[in-house]
């Protein structure tokens, strides 16, 4: 995948499930799952993003200290269901993804609640709600030491919140 090859890394990745599936790793296996939707959705492969996110899920299901793999899982769901215009089921995931963020399992350094407050503000300038999307890309900058740990997605939010101010005059 980093060599940009998406053939040879969706082949890869349909091997790595096979042997962590033999192998019994379910967190290896549905985080594998989740690398792959990340690759179908870059792709635009929804539909097989989406299905690979939920095979993720239901590896993981029961099982404790899986908050990174449910938090990339319901980011990555409300990513998708975004693209695809269901803006609902984007807000329902974007706020799950929200609700398992826990400093514990994802450091600050990952600034999880910044991307998803810059994904519900996205949402809300797809909605053409203009004021709700300026918030949340505000909070989204409100967080610590943003700029020093993820300067890009603190430049993202900033391009965002100018936009929104843009539309609404």
Do not use: C, W
């Amino acid at each position: 995948e980093s060599q940009a090859v998406s053939d040879s890394a969706f082949l890869y990745y349909f091997k790595a499930e096979k042997m962590y599936d033999k192998l019994g790793d379910s967190f290896s296996l549905a985080k594998t799952h989740i690398n792959k939707a990340n690759l179908q959705y870059r792709a635009s492969d929804f539909l097989g993003s989406e299905k690979a996110v939920f095979n993720a899920l239901r590896v993981i299901k029961g099982k404790k200290q899986a908050n990174n793999i449910l938090y990339d899982a319901y980011n990555l769901l409300g990513l998708i269901y975004n693209e695809l215009g269901e803006y609902e089921n984007a807000m329902t995931y974007h706020n799950k993804a929200l609700k398992v963020i826990d400093d514990e399992f994802l450091p600050v350094e990952f600034q999880s609640k910044a991307t998803s407050y810059n994904n519900i503000g996205f949402l809300y300038l797809n909605l053409e709600n203009y004021p709700l999307a300026k918030k949340y890309f505000q909070k989204g900058l409100e967080q610590e030491k943003l700029f020093i740990h993820k300067p890009y997605v603190y430049a993202m939010l900033l391009d965002n919140l100018a936009y929104s101010k843009f539309k609404l005059n």
